[in-house]
């Protein structure tokens, strides 16, 4: 048995595509809903997922150093792995603007509305619908997708926790990335196979982006199957 990232998969996540129609919003809310910060060199340094999205919104042009003086951050609430998200309120030249970050499908729940054409509309279960089939289509390219949304305050909100702020967002969209695979993995899960040996890859990753992933390095072969941790827990020695 094998974790994924960083010992099947290299430790560096890049952004590769994203779904939605004003992409410059959509790599601001990232970078300023990161702490990732660049170094002397101009690469971001900080937790992988949040230097792909710095270095993403940097090649656009949307330099951190700048953007956050720009739009300087007054409070936020951060990332925790129940409500998988995290916000960032910011001082938008005199406005109070709010970006939230997280798994596309918690963050749909949360939006009243979405962003189209420099325009809120409502949202509907048909744009969910929508949503969620381009965020599938993503994951079975073996990609990571992580969602943003905005929220506009009249004045600054009564406090920063994630009760008070995530709710009535407004969805951006979101972001395709990946962990590209270490190149000797390969030769390692052939040779295991070759000896008898059968290899399990264990990640907390979307189950279609593990599948898609588990496939490339062939550890999940023809009538193989994936599984969930909620599907493990209720399986027998023998059945696993």
């Not at 390219?141 to 702020?165: C, I, K, N, S």
Request: charge should be negative; hydrophobic fraction near 35%; aromatic fraction near 8%.
């Amino acid at each position: 048995c094998s974790d994924k990232t960083g010992t099947l998969t290299q430790n560096k996540m890049t952004v590769v595509d994203h779904w939605g129609g004003d992409e410059k919003l959509l790599a601001l809310g990232m970078s300023l809903c990161s702490d990732a910060e660049p170094d002397d060199s101009g690469n971001a340094v900080g937790e992988p997922t949040e230097c792909a999205l710095v270095n993403y919104a940097s090649s656009l042009g949307l330099k951190k150093p700048e953007i956050t003086d720009e739009f300087p951050r007054i409070g936020e609430a951060p990332f925790d792995s129940m409500r998988k998200m995290m916000s960032t309120v910011h001082n938008e030249n005199g406005r109070t603007v709010q970006y939230t970050k997280g798994a596309t499908e918690m963050l749909l729940e949360r939006c009243s509305g979405y962003w189209y054409e420099g325009k809120i509309l409502p949202i509907t279960e048909e744009y969910k619908e929508n949503v969620r089939r381009h965020a599938k289509e993503f994951a079975d390219r073996a990609l990571r997708v992580l969602g943003a949304a905005f929220r506009l305050w009249d004045g600054v909100p009564a406090d920063y926790e994630a009760e008070t702020l995530e709710h009535d967002l407004v969805f951006i969209g979101f972001l395709g990335m990946i962990y590209p695979c270490r190149p000797e993995v390969y030769g390692a899960i052939r040779e295991c196979r070759e000896a008898g040996i059968r290899p399990i890859m264990i990640t907390g990753d979307h189950i279609d982006t593990a599948v898609a992933i588990a496939k490339e390095l062939d550890i999940l072969q023809p009538g193989d199957n994936a599984i969930t941790g909620a599907q493990l827990d209720q399986m027998t020695d023998e059945e696993f």
